[in-house]
């Protein structure tokens, strides 16, 4: 009689619908999605922030979830390398996140205050940085020197440069340098978000050259990744190493952020940087 009720509950341990439970990577406790929904994709027990894609920071950033998408909306990646698979892994990219590229930007407001925000999705591509991504940067960065408000990016880019665009990729590097230093010029606040992860090119350019740097916890920030520092220098890293409570303590980033909090602090930060208005 034991035995035939334990094979019941078996049965119905399989009738379980897929996906009606997550694993946190960081503890490994299993929750339901929607309780992991309802609170943002953060872990409730040890906090741990996991990757979401832009329409969700837009749903939580902007007031009523309110995003105004152009310059440079209609530019898709070309393959001038003809490099093998790129065209086909576009494709799939492209009908897996229904983005064009993986980055965006355009006008949102957040408590009131117009800004240009500028985000990219870890699932297209890794984040990686393309041509258009970077054309898109900088078309960007121009509108909020044309309309004097504030500029805000907030990556997950592990991708960094994208070696399919060979040195059209990497030259963006320096296309969104620029753009920061035609802002810092005109005096426009540049506010950095950086997600996880957001890594290489990306994080060599113009996301450590933010007026303010704001981290989510956990975040892998940096150039190389740990194991590959680990196994060029041939020694063990510091716990934590590159990560965002590591960086905030080496004076890298100005604050670790948790994401139920991001939308306020951003406030606050546009009302020192740019007065009532968010503006210069």
């Known amino acids: 009689m034991l035995f035939r009720k334990r ?3 078996e049965g119905e341990k399989k009738n379980i ?10 503890c490994g406790e299993l929750f339901y999605k929607n309780q992991l929904e309802k609170n943002l994709w953060v872990c409730p027990k040890c906090g741990f922030h996991f990757r979401v894609g832009v329409d969700f920071y837009k749903k939580i950033l902007f007031d009523d979830g309110d995003f105004i998408e ?15 698979g790129y065209k086909e892994k576009l494709e799939r990219a492209k009908a897996k996140t229904g983005l064009k590229e993986a980055a965006l930007s355009g006008l949102a407001r957040i408590n009131g205050k117009e800004v240009v925000f500028f985000l990219t999705d870890f699932r297209f591509l890794g984040g990686s940085m393309g041509s258009v991504y970077g054309e898109i940067f900088y078309r960007a960065a121009q509108e909020a020197i044309k309309r004097n408000i504030p500029f805000i990016s907030l990556t997950s880019s592990g991708g960094g440069a994208r070696m399919h665009e060979g040195i ?8 969104t340098t620029v753009a920061v230093v035609e802002m810092e010029e005109k ?3 540049f506010i950095s978000v950086l997600a996880d992860p957001t890594m290489g090119g990306v994080m060599a350019s113009f996301a450590s050259l933010g007026d303010i740097i704001i981290a989510e916890p956990g975040a892998l920030l940096g150039f190389a990744g ?3 520092i680990q196994q060029t220098i041939k020694q063990d890293l510091p716990p934590g190493f590159q990560r965002s409570e590591f960086l905030l303590e080496k004076g890298f980033v100005d604050m670790v952020v948790p994401r139920k909090e991001l939308k306020s602090v951003l406030s606050k930060l546009l009302d020192i940087l740019g007065g009532e208005n968010g503006r210069s």
């Open 70 to 84: 152009h310059f440079a909306r209609d530019l898709e990646s070309g393959d001038p390398l003809d490099f093998p």
């Open 226 to 228: 740990p194991r590959v």
């Open 168 to 175: 059209f990729s990497l030259m963006q590097m320096v296309k």
């Open 187 to 189: 005096g426009i606040p």
């Open 17 to 26: 619908p897929e996906g009606l439970f997550l694993k946190c990577e960081k």
């Open 7 to 9: 094979k019941k509950i």
